[in-house]
């Protein structure tokens, strides 16, 4: 099977701008999660969707948002961009929820985000 | 906050040698997970403990869970350069959410 994938792989934004990133789960996962990595705050979890719907929901602003599509597809969307937005964001896809014994998260390589 | 915390930070050792980090966590979980990172890359799974596990292998991996002291340990055998990475403890609850520790950054020298 392929494995998550994201897209943009590095983003470039001016603050005060909106960005919009995507991340394709493995075939068959319906869960899709999204976590900010920064240096000083290390992984941080943003929030979970499962069948459309959002499940968990991190401590972040409601700058922060996301929806997933029926193909189990997700975005996430940054509006207002912040300097402190800067990081590294990834996605994780699992087949938990779905009957699976295990919820292994598997990551895509994650979008690199710089605002200037 | 429930993240957990890994311990050391940072760790340097020699190609041959063991590694071991360890990781402590706040509130009860239904497993807990480890997880490899290269530099700036995203996060491989390497190997999940349950909760009524105590012990478990895979490969040179050797991770232990002690849930009355609510900490793991991850051990490394026979260390290699391509083992240069962070490492990172992920604990799962009841909840679904995952916690993901601060990380341990191990340095394999040639």
């Known amino acids: 099977k392929a494995g998550v994938t994201q897209t943009p792989r590095y983003l470039i934004k001016t603050r005060g701008q909106q960005v919009t990133l995507s991340c394709s789960p ?20 943003l929030f979970e969707y499962f069948s459309e719907t959002q499940r968990n929901k991190g401590n972040f602003p409601g700058r922060f948002s996301g929806r997933q599509f029926s193909n ?4 996430m ?40 | 906050s429930q993240q957990g915390e890994e311990d050391p930070q940072a760790l340097s050792i020699q190609e041959g040698e063991n590694a071991t980090m360890n990781c402590s966590y706040k509130t009860s979980i239904n497993n807990l997970q ?48 391509a083992d240069t990475a962070s490492y990172f403890c992920a604990t799962s609850n009841t909840g679904n959410q995952f916690y993901f520790g601060t990380g341990t950054s191990l340095t394999v020298i040639p």
Not at chain 1, 30 to 40: D, E, I, L, M
Not at chain 1, 72 to 75: A, C, P, V
Not at chain 2, 54 to 79: P, Q
């Open chain 1, 26 to 45: 493995i075939s068959g996962h319906r869960s899709v999660s999204w976590y900010q990595q920064t240096p000083g705050q290390g992984l941080q979890f």
């Open chain 1, 72 to 75: 189990s597809r997700s975005e």
């Open chain 1, 77 to 116: 969307n940054v509006s207002t961009l912040e300097l402190g937005d800067s990081a590294l964001y990834l996605c994780a896809s699992s087949s938990r929820g779905s009957g699976a014994r295990t919820d292994t998260q598997y990551f895509g390589p994650g979008t690199r985000l710089t605002v200037l």
């Open chain 2, 34 to 81: 480890w997880y490899r990172q290269n530099s700036g890359r995203g996060l491989v799974h390497l190997i999940l403990i349950r909760s009524n596990e105590r012990e478990k292998h895979s490969g040179r991996l050797r991770v232990t869970l002690d849930t009355s002291k609510k900490s793991s340990s991850l051990l490394i055998t026979a260390s290699r350069a």
